[in-house]
């Protein structure tokens, strides 16, 4: 499977997701972002350590993808986008609720890129109650008829990224994690559900 995690706006949540994602469908990373994989994936004992390979935005329009393998956007460039989601199955695209031009932003991403490939998720990330969720999901649907998924704000994106496990992985831990988690678990088996059968 071929998948890419992107949206113009930076800030959405996309490093987590793809980290997660690649976890429990067994993809390598690919990046064009060195800050965050680049430190991690230099240690040894941490899950990307030797499974991430770094894009320069030089390179981005000829780059190939694998066979397996997510694709977390860091700098936005056009043409190396339509590169890659040209090569993927799906699109993920992370619209954080806390920034107000999160919508118009998401929009314009979609309008610009969804001739190229039409199979996008929409993810909305970082809202804490559910009426948050439903009130840009609505707005989101002026714009377009995509899937709408919710993943609330959690600190489970901060462990995905400093322990190198999935949020499905940290939720079933131990009894203390399935309570910590037990709401952002399910969000997130609902996304991994719909990436792995839509
Ligand atoms: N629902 C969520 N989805 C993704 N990240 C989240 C969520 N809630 C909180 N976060 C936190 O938000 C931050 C956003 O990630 P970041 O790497 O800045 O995004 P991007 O890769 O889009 O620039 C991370 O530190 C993560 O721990
Ligand atoms: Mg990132």
Redesign the pocket.
């Known amino acids: 499977m071929r998948i890419a995690v992107l949206?113009k706006?930076?800030?959405?949540?996309?490093?987590?997701?793809?980290m997660s994602l690649a976890i429990d469908l067994k993809l390598d990373i690919a990046t064009n972002?060195t800050s965050?994989l680049g430190y991690f994936s230099t240690k040894q004992d941490h899950y990307f350590y030797g499974k991430t390979s770094f894009v320069p935005d030089s390179e981005l329009e000829e780059f190939k993808m694998s066979e397996n393998q997510i694709f977390?956007f860091?700098g936005w460039t056009p043409k190396g986008a339509i590169n890659i989601i040209k090569q993927c199955d799906k699109i993920l695209i992370?619209c954080?609720a806390e920034n107000p031009n999160a919508i118009l932003q998401t929009a314009s991403t979609i309008a610009e890129l969804k001739e190229f490939n039409s199979k996008m998720i929409v993810?909305i990330?970082?809202?804490e109650k559910d009426e948050e969720f439903e009130s840009k999901q609505e707005e989101l649907k002026e714009h377009f008829d995509l899937p709408i998924m919710p993943?609330?704000?959690?600190?489970?994106?901060?462990n995905?990224?400093s322990k190198g496990l999935s949020v499905k992985e940290i939720y079933c831990e131990n009894q203390t994690s399935r309570h910590i988690y037990r709401n952002?678990y399910p969000q997130y088996d609902a996304l991994l559900n719909l990436v792995k059968f839509l």
Do not use: C, E
């Not at 993943?151 to 901060?158: D, G, T, V, W």
């Open positions: 949206n706006k930076g800030g959405t949540g996309k490093t987590p997701i793809a972002d965050v977390d860091g992370p954080s993810i990330t970082m809202h993943l609330k704000k959690s600190r489970a994106f901060h995905v990224i952002i």
